[in-house]
Structures are given as structure tokens and as C-alpha cells.
Antibody
Framework: QVQLQESGPGLVKPSQTLSLTCTVS??????????WTWIRQPAGKGLEWIGR???????NYNPSLKSRVTISVDTSKNQFSLKLSSVTAADTAVYYC?????????????WGQGTLVTVSS | DIVMTQSPDSLAVSLGERATINCKSS????????????LAWYQQKPGQPPKLLIY???TRASGVPDRFSGSGSGTEFTLTISSLQAEDVAVYYC?????????FGGGTKVEIK
């Protein structure tokens, strides 16, 4: 059973960089044709796809965030990471990591529990 | 971007009755090469991540009760809960899996009447 767990600071100051890591267990991040994804959800609101990474290192980002987002993967640690720069209060949200089933699918079958990140001074 | 529009925003249904949620996409999500609709449905309970219910518009994910069903094609889709149970109280989201950026509907909150 694949499990994902987000980790990182829960509080980030405005203009700084938000950094989160997702640790994958129960399977190798390199196996299969999966994309590893970040999604966020402001309190009481809907879901926003941030971007994804393939284990080859290929990335796709949401154009609305592309200038500020970097997603990377560390296959040796079975982890992938999110960096979001120049954060504002609008970036306050629960951040989820998830597995995208990949070609022919592109839906999310495994999710982390989510981590709340608050942007405040 | 493909815009996903759900209706209604919320609905209250009696236990054992049918709940129907609609989802419209701004572009067709039917992929001609495999004749599959790239549309998924999720259930989110308070304090939990979304849970995959349906993919390819009508295929139930593993372990999902058969009271949940999906239908539709092209740009119009429906999630039906045939006999609402107390544990089905949640917010339901549709998601287009057709093109990036992957996008979600705004959600439909289902409550007990």
C-alpha cells in the first residue's frame, strides 16, 4: 500500500520561500509510470493543481504559479519536493502531495494527509 | 485551461434517497484515440484528503461502494449516489484529467435532510 506524507514548516513569512517534502513509502518512487504531484486547498475552498514531476525529472506546472514554483525529486530518498517563492497570504492553504496515475489516467489515486502552511509575519 | 463547473453548490438529501451532482467542462474531455472520458470524481470529508471515487467518468475505484456511479460524456457528467448513507456526507469534486493544468470543479456539499 503506497503512502505519502508531507513535511515542512507550517509558518512562512511573506516574500519568503515555502518548502515542502513528500515522502513516499510502500513502493519505489521510480517504479511505474507515475507523476508525483502537488495540490493545494485554501481553507473552505476548492482544489488547485500546482504541478507534477516524473521520475525522469520532467515537470509540468500550473501557468498561474509557474514563475514561482519548482518541483524536484530525490529518488534515493524516495521523496519529491515543492518550492514556492515570494509567498503572500494568498498562498496560505493545506498542501497535499499525491500520485498521478500517469498516461491514460492523470487522476490521483493516493494522497498524503495534507499539511497546513500559513503565510504570516 | 479547462474550466470545470459543478452544480449545485450544495444539496440536502434524505437517508436512502438519491443524490445527483452535475459537472460541466468548458471543453470536451473525451479522448478520441481511446474513446475514454478523462473525468474523475473525488469525495472529501472534513479534515481528510480527497478520496478517488470514479475515473474515466464511470469506472469505480477499488473499494468504492456500488451505490456510487458516474455517467456522461464529452462535456457533461453526473455523479449519482443511489441511496444516500450517513457516511456519504462530504464535499464532492470533479476533475478533468484531459490536459494540463489539471483542474477541479468548485465542489458540491452533500448533507442529510
Amino acid at each position: 500500500q503506497v503512502q505519502l506524507q508531507e513535511s515542512g514548516p507550517g509558518l512562512v513569512k511573506p516574500s519568503q520561500t515555502l518548502s515542502l517534502t513528500c515522502t513516499v513509502s510502500g513502493g519505489s518512487i521510480s517504479s511505474g509510470s507515475y507523476w508525483w504531484t502537488w495540490i493545494r486547498q485554501p481553507a473552505g475552498k476548492g482544489l488547485e493543481w500546482i504541478g507534477r514531476i516524473y521520475t525522469s525529472g520532467t515537470t509540468n506546472y500550473n501557468p498561474s504559479l509557474k514563475s514561482r514554483v519548482t518541483i524536484s525529486v530525490d529518488t534515493s530518498k524516495n521523496q519529491f519536493s515543492l518550492k514556492l517563492s515570494s509567498v503572500t497570504a494568498a498562498d496560505t492553504a493545506v498542501y497535499y502531495c499525491a500520485r498521478d496515475r500517469g498516461v491514460g489516467h492523470y487522476y490521483f489515486d493516493y494522497w498524503g494527509q495534507g499539511t497546513l502552511v500559513t503565510v504570516s509575519s | 485551461d479547462i474550466v470545470m463547473t459543478q452544480s449545485p453548490d450544495s444539496l440536502a438529501v434524505s437517508l436512502g434517497e438519491r443524490a445527483t451532482i452535475n459537472c460541466k467542462s468548458s471543453l470536451s474531455v473525451l479522448y478520441s484515440s481511446d474513446n475514454k472520458n478523462y473525468l474523475a470524481w473525488y469525495q472529501q470529508k472534513p479534515g481528510q484528503p480527497p478520496k478517488l471515487l470514479i475515473y474515466w467518468a464511470s469506472t469505480r475505484a477499488s473499494g468504492v461502494p456500488d451505490r456510487f456511479s458516474g455517467s456522461g460524456s464529452g462535456t457533461e457528467f453526473t455523479l449519482t449516489i443511489s441511496s444516500l448513507q450517513a457516511e456519504d456526507v462530504a464535499v464532492y469534486y470533479c476533475q478533468q484529467c484531459y490536459s494540463t493544468p489539471l483542474t477541479f470543479g468548485g465542489g458540491t456539499k452533500v448533507e442529510i435532510k
